[in-house]
């Protein structure tokens, strides 16, 4: 099967090894654009990846028979429509299914509609609203930007100022103004096909930029996987209450929802809530889920593209501890750093059990390979338990020069001995 994987992130990264590790031969990989990681793997194709028009004429004149779509702009930009229009099998929902991670708004009326758990919340249009808002939920303030906004879209804060800061900056979208939810966060990613859901793995994703969730909210700093803390039943539970009412809601709206239902929730001590869904896989979420599946991920992605999850075995994943450490550059996510060199990537992965996901990287024609800014790279290993998995990654990440670089020390910390 010829596949085509748009996207050039970590999370892209992690997709062509997961493809790769579990039998999809390399030459049978196509990327677009990638990176400097990724093009030591498999063929990068230089293609604009959110252009409906280039990336379908790409995908037929090469004889694509599934194309996976890793970042959200691409759906956004309607690119899996055309694919579908031009006969290829799409993971990855059309640009109106993807509305479900694009409008926050959007998504709780999917929610109240199919009476799924999530937090209350005010649609506000004014800043006046938005006081209101404030008023009536008190702090801790949840104020999200109604639409896509690179991950920093949310603030949750104690301070006033600082909520309606944000609110003014975004109010041109729309404003949300949520309950404060207090509890664990745990990524659920199921695969669709329009009908049905399958779950794979739970994660833990680290969004604040500094240790001990200091700092700004990021994309994500790192994460692991499994959870041992979760309650029995957990991934059924949700499945049952948030995964398959939403595709069957999505369904009544004649939008049926194929490709990546992220589900982000919060367990509380009065049960589970959504605080968001995205259309698309997590990053880093999926450097550690897919480094633990068994089952061969082009079948399982296929499956669920062409309406056939029902015929799909169910995806089976080592009880290896899996974690991920995410080395930003300077300043992120704030500001912007200059093109530096990275030394010791070879160093890094001669650690036990460690590969490394490219995401923000370029390679120079005499080999070095820089970072362009941003998420530089996740260092990922797997190990017998936490102490393990979390000893292979820092020892792997401490090889790593990148001038002004900063990662997290305590990712998955608290499962470990
Ligand atoms: P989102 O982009 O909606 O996932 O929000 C980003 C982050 O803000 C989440 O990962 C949570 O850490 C936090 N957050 C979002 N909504 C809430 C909420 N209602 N209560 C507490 N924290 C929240
Ligand atoms: N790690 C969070 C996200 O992918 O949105």
Redesign the pocket.
């Known amino acids: 099967m010829k596949i085509l994987v748009l996207g050039s992130g970590a999370?892209e990264h992690a997709i062509v090894k997961g493809l790769i590790r579990t039998g999809t031969p390399a030459a049978n990989i196509i990327v677009a654009p990638g990176n400097a990681g990724i093009a030591q793997e498999v063929h990068c194709a230089a293609l604009n990846a959110n252009d409906p028009i280039a990336v379908t004429a790409y995908a037929v004149e090469h004889a694509i028979e599934l194309a996976i779509i890793g970042p959200e702009a691409p759906l956004v930009a309607g690119v899996s429509d055309a694919l579908r229009a031009a006969d290829i099998a799409v993971f990855g929902p059309s640009q109106k299914a993807a509305q479900l991670e694009g409008s926050k708004s959007f998504a709780k009326e999917v929610m109240a509609a199919a009476d799924i758990p999530t937090g209350m919340a005010h649609e506000c249009r004014t800043l006046e609203e938005v006081e209101a808002a404030l008023d009536d939920f008190g702090a801790p303030y949840v104020v999200k930007a109604d639409g896509l906004a690179a991950?920093k879209g949310v603030i949750v804060t104690s301070d006033r100022e600082a909520a309606m800061a944000h609110a003014r900056k975004f109010i041109d979208m729309g404003i949300l103004v949520e309950e404060f939810l207090d509890g664990q966060e745990v990524?659920l990613f199921f695969l669709a096909d329009g009908l049905t859901v399958m779950p794979l793995t739970p994660a833990q994703?680290f969004?604040r930029a500094y240790n001990d969730d200091k700092g700004p909210n990021t994309?994500?700093m790192g994460?692991y996987s499994p959870l041992p803390w979760l309650p029995a039943g957990f991934v059924d539970e949700v499945q049952r209450t948030v995964a398959q009412p939403t595709i069957d809601e999505m369904n009544r709206l004649g939008e049926p929802f194929v490709g990546l239902l992220?589900c982000?929730l919060i367990l509380t001590a009065r049960g589970i809530r959504v605080i968001e869904f995205?259309a698309?896989?997590?990053?880093?979420?999926t450097q550690v889920v897919l480094r633990r599946l068994i089952t061969p991920l082009a079948l399982l992605l296929r499956a669920a593209a062409t309406g056939n999850l029902e015929t799909a075995p169910d995806p089976i994943f080592t009880d290896e501890a899996a974690i991920t450490v995410v080395l930003a550059s300077e300043g992120y996510p704030d500001s912007a750093a200059p093109n530096r060199p990275i030394h010791g990537l070879h160093h890094a992965l001669a650690v036990e059990g460690v590969e490394i996901c490219h995401a923000a990287t370029v390679a120079l024609p005499d080999g070095t390979i820089e970072a362009t800014g941003g998420r530089v790279l996740s260092v990922v290993a797997v190990g017998k338990d936490f102490t393990h998995a979390r000893k292979h990654a820092y020892q792997a990440i401490e090889h790593i020069k990148l001038e002004g670089s900063h990662y997290r020390t305590d990712i998955a910390k608290k499962v470990a001995n």
Do not use: I, L
């Open positions: 999370r991950g990524s994703d969004k994309g994500g994460a992220y982000g995205n698309r896989f997590g990053d880093p979420e």
